[in-house]
């Protein structure tokens, strides 16, 4: 019998996932590094031995979501026309530049007072009038969270393809 064009895509890619597998299992991080890479980073490739789709599926389960890395915004650099960070607007008004106009805070991040308005609006209706704008608002998952959703899906997911 002849494989074909999707089967030998399949078989190409669940070779070096086996490997990576029997390595992050035996791996005496892996509760850390499974916890790191769903709860609090958007990380690429094979991690906490969990495929990004994996991630993705155990935080829908969990109910987290999480932001991919903006490194532009963390080193400070925009580009023209680029769009403003939530997180810096609040940050600067709650922690950086307490004293600071809202024109000053707008000077400092390159963007038009409507701007920064905007975003301390959005953050006034998420958290409720009066509530401090840069106060967190998710609830962060327990380990034990990311542990039960693993199971659900990781598990599940390589019973049916008959995988580790």
Not at 66 to 74: C, I, K, P, Q, R
Not at 99 to 124: F, N, P
Not at 130 to 157: I, L, R
């Amino acid at each position: 019998m002849k494989a074909t064009a999707a089967h030998e895509t399949w078989r190409e890619y669940e070779s070096p996932v086996r490997t990576a597998r029997a390595a992050c299992s035996g791996c005496r991080l892996l509760a850390d590094c499974l916890f790191k890479a769903v709860a609090q980073t958007d990380v690429a490739g094979y991690v906490g031995c969990t495929t990004p789709r994996e991630r993705q599926q155990i935080r829908k389960l969990i109910g987290d979501k999480v932001e991919a890395e903006d490194f532009d915004s963390l080193a400070g650099a925009r580009g023209s026309r680029q769009p403003v960070d939530h997180a810096d607007v609040l940050r600067m008004r709650a922690q950086q530049h307490l004293d600071d106009s809202l024109e000053q805070i707008a000077s400092r991040l390159g963007c038009s007072l409507s701007t920064v308005k905007r975003h301390l609006r959005q953050a006034r209706s998420q958290a409720g009038w009066g509530a401090d704008p840069a106060a967190p608002t998710v609830k962060v998952p327990t380990m034990d969270d990311v542990f039960d959703a693993f199971e659900q899906v990781v598990e599940s997911n390589r019973a049916e393809s008959r995988v580790c």
